[in-house]
């Protein structure tokens, strides 16, 4: 599999980066030669194996469905590059 | 007492409780060794007004008689861990201003036990990256240096500048993160012992997220014996995260009786490369030879998927990477582009990841969309799934037939110098990883141990791998390790 200019765009697109027009003829180069190298595993027979989800054998603990946090609206607040009103600012979103 | 900045956990435990010292005389010690060791670019964030505090605290507490291992002593800490009101920015400049309003469960812990706190470190931008060149903070250089040539080396990386501050003794130790190799390849370049403990032995909550079925903290420090201690106070059982092990915390020194004899040691054949250097080869054999001396059974062992473990690693890591660095956006905290006339929120998130992440952040993050993106993610991503199945199987097989421990060369090479991987494709760098990283991708602990210098006089390392949750046994067969090897040498200061 080849990753052309035209993916390297898609990609970057699906993973909100901006990439320059002029950048994408590189970015397809790397990405191509990562790509080549895990094209390795296609060596391996993996009929049969299940995927591993966890390095230890566990089941994700379960807790008690109750608020445990929270009136900390200062704190989360405290670091954001646009906070108003006691709310995160974005750009208008909605036309 | 003179240099106290060079003492190790072990011995400035017995100082303070025998009276011979205090915690803010080794502080200042060490705070003057920062300030002298700018040109390493190890330190940060440097915290002197926090650690002059904590200083104080502690030595109140051990006059009071009530003083856990770790009270007094002052560390170092990655730019990974969430320090409360202090920067962590994982070495990015998307997180450029950002100062938790939290603490991380492990630093808590080290703050509990009376700790102190010297600054941030240094590392590769989110832990991505095996030479510390991917840092907003720019490069850390390692304190060795090739026999009188004075150009700049690694100190490997992630963890970077950890490794470069605990070899140039500037802290008594530092704390460091593991995903594919980022404690023990460092360790191994600075001549310092690195554990990365099971997965699940230490919380991850609090430290930022970069591969998280793979992440993990550990210690880096001067012996064997520190790393035990360190890590007694860095482990245990944290409801925030809920990969965390509830397993009790054994005492990880008193594991250390440097008896080894009837251990079995596995020599896995697939570590052997196709063009190792010689000097790595011989040094994996005398560590062979050292531990057969001490009474261990040396077994020849295969891992037979050995060669598959960095391809499933770099589809593993990087997917996990492009959902968990998601969440920087720059809305709630970070960098947030400046944005043009009839800029939308995709183009402010566009513009500010951009900006905000380095080169190879942003290669992984795209690696990561690609391989999980519709029509490719039964190719890659389940299948690198399967094949770390198959890595994991390799381990417990040889486990079952009764092997204790596995010792390899910690990494193909000794510290490189810094540019001097510029041109070579991403690729190239990846292979520092080759025999640490299947131990993260089968959740296994690992050490890196110093074990001889090469011909240029610089570093290596051997690692040994252990069952999951034998930290104890794999720090005895690392202690037994260590003691035989004598490795004393440290490197002559230029700084």
Redesign the interface.
């Known amino acids: ?1 080849s ?1 052309d200019t035209a ?2 765009a898609r ?9 320059p027009q002029e950048e994408l003829p590189k ?1 397809a180069d ?2 191509n ?3 080549a ?8 027979d ?1 009929e049969g ?8 054998p ?1 089941r ?2 379960r ?1 008690e469905d109750v608020v445990t946090d929270g009136s ?1 609206q200062k ?2 607040l ?5 906070a108003r009103e006691g709310f ?1 600012a ?4 909605v036309e | 007492m003179a240099d106290l900045n060079k003492l190790g956990i072990a011995e400035a435990r017995d100082a303070l409780r025998k009276g011979d010292v205090t915690s803010m005389e080794l502080t200042e010690a060490c705070l003057g060794a920062i300030e002298d060791a700018g040109a390493l670019s190890a330190f940060v964030h440097n915290t002197p007004d926090i650690a002059r505090a904590q200083a104080a605290a502690a030595d109140t507490r051990i006059k009071s008689g009530d003083a856990p291992d770790m009270c007094g002593i002052p560390l170092g800490i990655k730019d990974l861990f969430c320090t409360k009101g202090v920067p962590s920015q994982a070495a990015s400049r998307i997180l450029e ?6 603490e991380s469960t492990i630093t808590q812990q080290l703050w509990d036990a009376g700790s102190v706190m010297l600054g941030k470190l240094n590392m590769d931008e989110f832990a991505m990256g095996s030479s510390n060149e991917m840092s907003v903070y720019g490069d850390v250089v390692n304190p060795w240096r090739r026999g009188n040539d004075d150009a700049p080396l690694t100190p490997g990386g992630s963890s970077g500048g950890s490794a470069s501050a605990v070899a140039a003794d500037l802290c008594l130790a530092a704390t460091g993160t593991d995903t594919g190799g980022s404690i023990r390849q460092p360790a191994a370049f600075v001549g310092i012992t690195g554990l990365k403990p ?3 032995r230490c919380s991850r909550w609090g430290v930022v997220a970069f591969a998280s ?1 793979l992440d993990q903290a550990g210690p880096m420090t001067k012996s064997v014996r520190d790393a035990a201690i360190m890590l007694g106070a860095m482990a245990g059982h944290d ?1 925030k995260d ?2 965390s ?1 509830e397993l009790a915390v054994p005492d990880f020194e008193a594991a250390l009786t440097g008896d080894i004899r009837g251990k079995k040691i596995g020599i896995p054949k697939e570590y052997r490369m196709e063009g190792m250097p010689p000097e790595i080869e011989q040094l994996w054999a005398d560590g062979t030879a050292m531990l057969k001396d001490a009474g261990a059974e040396i077994i020849d062992i295969s891992l037979p ?1 050995t ?2 473990a ?3 690693y ?2 593993v890591a990087p997917a996990e990477a ?1 959902s968990n660095l ?1 969440r920087y ?8 582009a400046k ?1 043009g006339h009839g ?9 500010t ?2 900006e905000g ?1 380095g080169p190879e952040v ?2 992984r ?3 990561g ?3 999980l ?1 519709a029509g ?1 993610y039964d ?2 991503y ?9 890595i ?1 199987k390799d381990f417990e097989d040889v486990f079952a037939e009764g092997v204790d421990a596995i010792l390899t060369p910690a990494t193909p090479s000794a510290a490189f110098g810094l540019g001097e991987m510029a041109n070579a ?3 190239q760098m ?1 292979l520092n990883d080759v025999f640490t990283v299947t131990v993260n ?3 296994l602990p690992g050490i890196a141990v110093p074990a001889g210098l090469d011909k240029q006089g610089l570093p290596l390392g051997l690692q040994l791998i252990g069952r ?1 949750w034998e930290e104890g046994d794999l720090l005895n067969t690392a202690y037994a390790l260590e003691r035989a090897a004598g490795f004393v040498a440290k490197p002559a200061k230029w700084w």
């Not at chain 2, 201003?97 to 939290?102: C, D, H, M, Q, R």
């Open positions: 599999m990753i993916t390297a990609v970057a697109k699906l993973a909100r980066i901006a990439v970015l790397e990405l030669g990562i790509i190298f895990m094209e390795q595993l296609n060596e391996v993996v194996v299940e995927p591993m989800t966890s390095v230890t566990q994700l603990k807790r900390q704190a989360v405290a670091n954001a590059p646009d995160f974005v750009p208008k979103v | 201003g950002f100062k938790p309003e939290y099971t997965y699940g079925s409801p809920s990969t092990a998927h060669k598959y960095l391809p499933a770099y589809v492009s998601a956006d720059g809305v709630r905290f970070g960098h947030r944005i800029d939308g929120i995709t183009e402010m998130y566009e513009k990841r951009a992440f942003q290669r993050v795209m690696i969309t690609y391989v993106s490719f190719a890659y389940n299948r690198a799934r399967k094949v770390r199945s198959l994991k494709d991403p690729v990846y991708l089968a959740g999951p």
